[in-house]
């Protein structure tokens, strides 16, 4: 159980277009996902918070209207990367936390690489 | 403000030898601490968690790791390291009930030598 799912897996688009992906809870309810970006050989840097039915709680230095995320159900919250540039190109990770989870734990998808060209 | 700290970005062992990835957490209050690991182009999976339970925490493919509060560490370990085991590994750390973020370390690269 606790598989996460991201959709796309890659994705490649031209400068000044939008992204959306997709990030599924498949077997469990999911209050809580996080969207992080990942930049090669690096850690993962936390963007922002999504709690279902509620707006978006971003990190420090993210761009609320450039990243756009909606968790419109306990089993989806989707990225949306808008009039994406270059300097967007990343790696982007999702995770859920279980509903009624005590402590913390993080399901994490498989990652979505965006290259904006 | 919860940091975790990892130290050696790159690990070499050979195949067979003990595996030792180190992980310190900088915190007042007890820790919920977590490792996981990445392959090339994938998401995070787990391998072991402590969550204020026993201390020395049995994770997937022969990993474990010890809460050490009097130093503040949770060190990885496997006995006998495989060609699998090389990947990047993240040690991360949460606090409290209501704080739910998880911070990361800056990653161990793991490679195994045949």
């Known amino acids: 159980g606790a598989v996460v799912s991201q959709h796309p897996s890659r994705v490649i688009c031209k400068s000044g277009t939008s992204v959306k992906i997709e990030c599924r809870s498949l077997?469990?309810?999911?209050?809580?996902m996080f969207w992080y970006r990942q930049f090669p050989k690096q850690s993962l840097m936390l963007m922002a918070t999504s709690n279902e039915g509620s707006k978006a709680t971003y990190e420090q230095g993210v761009e609320k209207d450039k990243f756009l995320i909606n968790h419109a159900s306990l089993t989806l919250s989707t990225l949306t990367v808008t009039s994406a540039h270059p300097e967007d190109s990343s790696f982007y990770i999702c995770s859920a936390r279980r509903t009624g989870s005590s402590y913390n734990e993080q399901f994490f998808g498989p990652g979505t690489r965006l290259t904006v060209l | 403000a919860q940091s975790v700290t990892q130290l050696g970005s790159h690990v070499s062992v050979s195949e067979g030898a003990l595996v030792l990835l180190r992980c310190n957490y900088s915190?007042?209050?007890?820790?919920?601490l977590f490792w996981y690991v990445q392959y090339p182009n994938q998401g995070l999976q787990l391998l072991l968690k402590?969550?204020?339970?026993?201390?020395l925490v049995k994770g997937i493919n022969g990993f474990e790791a010890e809460f050490k509060k009097s130093e503040t560490s949770f060190h990885l370990t496997k006995p006998s390291a495989h060609m699998s085991d090389a990947a990047e590994y993240f040690c991360?750390?949460?606090?409290?009930?209501?704080?739910?973020?998880?911070?990361f370390g800056t990653g161990t690269r793991l490679t195994i030598i045949p």
């Open positions: 915190s007042s209050v007890p820790p919920y």
């Open positions: 402590y969550t204020s339970a026993a201390t």
């Open positions: 991360a750390v949460s606090f409290n009930f209501g704080n739910e973020k998880l911070t």
């Open positions: 077997d469990f309810q999911a209050t809580t």
